[in-house]
């Protein structure tokens, strides 16, 4: 272990059942560097940090810490002893109580119970890590800047020698970015290693020292963020590099828009309150189009916006050029607009329901749940969408939890195509079900536009992207970068997007 390295992690590995979380992984950490971990969804970045905090008991490997010999870590209460602190992405402190009191609280009753010395304290170190906040006033008071800079000023008062980052960023807007990256600069000062999780490149590039990237559970390297430009780490992210990436051509040609047809859907500077940036839109019928960008860019915040999934506090839209108001999934529906979420199980099925009740949901709430469809034809609508798109189930009753994940996802398409959408939304329709359910999914996809249905497809897969969409609108940081079509669309012209245009 060399002088500076505050922590190094050998041949780390996990198994969950089924899976291989992570395989013989390495990672270093000096003093007085902000380290960024990087990724795409399942690389592996949570499981090594739950390793490192002892929320995971790893299978093999070894974690050494300056000044000691192996640790063993078998609880966050290990980890923290071992000075080693996280501060989430959500804020775990309490609102009700004092700064001072979140400050202290749990570390002991002496502390807790000299309240004069504990609120000198915490405005001692409030001060000198240019916090603005006072000990005595309610942390819900606070804004969540503020409130992430506590919970690290904790994290720093336990004499942490290293503080993992997870996310600190995403709810925070530009000015408030700022004021934790100059307490991140500060602890860098004072020797602190710092563990940096975000989806945000430009910010890597603003704070980091270093990059440590996996993929699919594997160590890709580590890196000086000056040997690393931003379209090389895309590459490394995705696994795809420059030099081997043959261009796919999409089984769809460029879409051929009537001449002065009009958009069937078009957004002009939408912006809702999940901290996407204003952007414009258009899709037009028959065309199959998409977001792109590495997970975190606001892909999916932009196709819930157009739903009304999330609170619109700006901008305007057009259906079928005539100005309409969406400002819930309602509105939304009785437009002709339907959405399949990213999250199936949490945004989509209702577990408990059978799939015939999933499948003719959506209709029912456009009709009215005063209006119910009689059991026949309730049956008629789900035996036509089970046999149209192959669905796997007992029966129609058969509750939709006991389906498996490409099943389930076949039932909320059958819900939307039943209610007979001229826009249909699918956000990762594809994401974790098998190859041959992908297929035909995407066989689906450009068979509905054919038939005139517009739809923008998003998935993390951007082959698949590339065989469905016409066009693409590219993302990064929460805002829109670009826009691919027709010969454009090539894998290196969407990384070298993502990055920013840095060849």
Known sequence: MKEKTVLEMRGISKSFPGVRALQNVDFTLQEGEIHALMGENGAGKSTLIKVLTGVYGKDKGQIFLKGKDEIQIHSPQDAQNNGISTVYQEITLCPNLSVAENMYIGRGKAQITKWRKMNRDANKLLEKLDIPAKASQQL??????????????????MECKVLILDEP???????????????????????????????????????????????????????????LPRVQLVSKMLGKEMDDMSDIKGEQSAYQKEKDAVPVFEAEGLQSNAGIKPFNFHIDKGEVNGFTGLLGSGRSECVRAIFGADRVINGSVKKNGKKVKIAKPIDAMKNGIAYLPEDRKLDGIVGDLSVRENIILALQVLKGFFRPFSRAQALKFADEYIKLLDIKTASTETPIKSLSGGNQQKVILARWLLANPDYLILD?????????????IQKLVLKLASEGKSITFISSETDEMLRTCSRLVVMRDRKVVGELSGDELTQNNIMTTIAGGDK
């Open 140 to 157: 819900g008071s606070c804004s969540l800047a503020v409130q992430q800079m506590i919970a690290i000023a904790r994290a720093v008062d």
């Open 169 to 227: 960023t995403s709810s925070l807007d530009e000015g408030e970015v700022q004021k934790l990256f100059g307490l991140m600069r500060d602890l860098k000062s004072q020797g602190v290693g710092i563990i940096f999780v975000t989806h945000f490149l430009d910010q890597v590039y603003e704070v980091c020292d270093k990059i440590t990237v996996l993929r699919d559970g594997q160590l890709v390297g580590e890196y000086e963020i000056k040997d």
């Open 428 to 440: 990762e329709p594809t994401r974790g079900i098998d190859v041959g359910t992908k297929v035909d």
